[in-house]
């Protein structure tokens, strides 16, 4: 089955520091990958919508100049918190799709900013 | 616009009790994808089902089956027979693609099993 691998699992940051999370489609091209952000006990809200090559579509909201989402090949999303602060806090999840996979989602990322 | 309402946001039930879990979506689409989606405290979201809205049967797998109702814009969850871990959030979701478009989530309900 399709596989996405997300990295990395958790990581703990200073404030005002940038953190990459890599989100990476093991056993398919990816058409479109997508990044979520949970806060505890929420529900997952659409952060961005990104395709190969292209800029990403960011949601209402989201700031683009603080979550740079670069997706660069077919198999390889990444998203980066740029000068993290603590309301940065938070669990970030990629999913990855393709018309005869439907939607694939990472393990997710929480992001602890310090 | 596409909403999807899960109004329940928590459930507790004994083991071995049966439980349904509400979802209800508007879409002015003709054509969209319905999903459910177990996360476990760790996290990852675990697949359950995807139907699609041209598709009424109702789907059953083992302890886990589905009530798709146009009519009333339903897609409702039951466990029968419940199991401690069976204990996660679920979320319903709703989208117009099988791909390429954002899936767009309910609230989730979380569902506690105690022995």
């Known amino acids: 089955g399709a596989v996405v691998s997300q990295h990395p699992s958790w990581v703990i940051c200073k404030s005002g520091t940038s953190v990459k999370i890599e989100c990476r489609s093991l056993?398919?091209?990816?058409?479109?990958m997508f990044w979520y952000r949970q806060f505890p006990k929420q529900s997952l809200m659409l952060m961005a919508t990104?395709?190969?090559?292209?800029?990403?579509?960011?949601e209402q909201g989201v700031e683009k100049d603080k979550f740079l989402i670069n997706h660069a090949s077919l198999t390889l999303s990444t998203l980066t918190v740029t000068s993290a602060h603590p309301e940065d806090s938070s669990f970030y999840i990629c999913?990855?799709?393709?018309?005869?996979?439907?939607?694939?989602f990472g393990s997710g990322t929480r992001l602890t900013v310090v | 616009a596409q909403k999807v309402t899960q109004a329940q946001t928590e459930i507790s039930v004994v083991e071995k009790e049966d439980v349904t879990l509400d979802c209800v979506y508007e879409?002015?689409?003709?054509?969209?994808?319905l999903f459910w989606y177990k996360q476990p405290p760790s996290g990852e979201l675990v697949f359950l089902i995807r139907?699609?809205?041209?598709?009424?049967q109702n789907e059953i797998s083992g302890r886990y089956s589905w009530n798709f109702q146009k009519s009333t814009s339903s897609f409702n969850f039951t466990i029968t027979a419940s199991q401690v871990v069976d204990s996660a959030v679920y979320f319903c979701?709703?989208?117009?693609?099988?791909?390429?478009?954002?899936?767009?989530f309910g609230k989730g309900t979380t569902l506690s099993v105690s022995s």
């Open positions: 979701a709703l989208s117009y693609n099988q791909a390429g478009t954002a899936l767009i």
């Open positions: 056993d398919f091209q990816a058409t479109t």
């Open positions: 139907r699609n809205s041209f598709d009424e």
């Open positions: 990104s395709n190969e090559g292209s800029k990403a579509t960011y």
């Open positions: 879409t002015r689409d003709t054509t969209y994808y």
């Open positions: 999913s990855a799709s393709k018309f005869s996979y439907g939607y694939t």
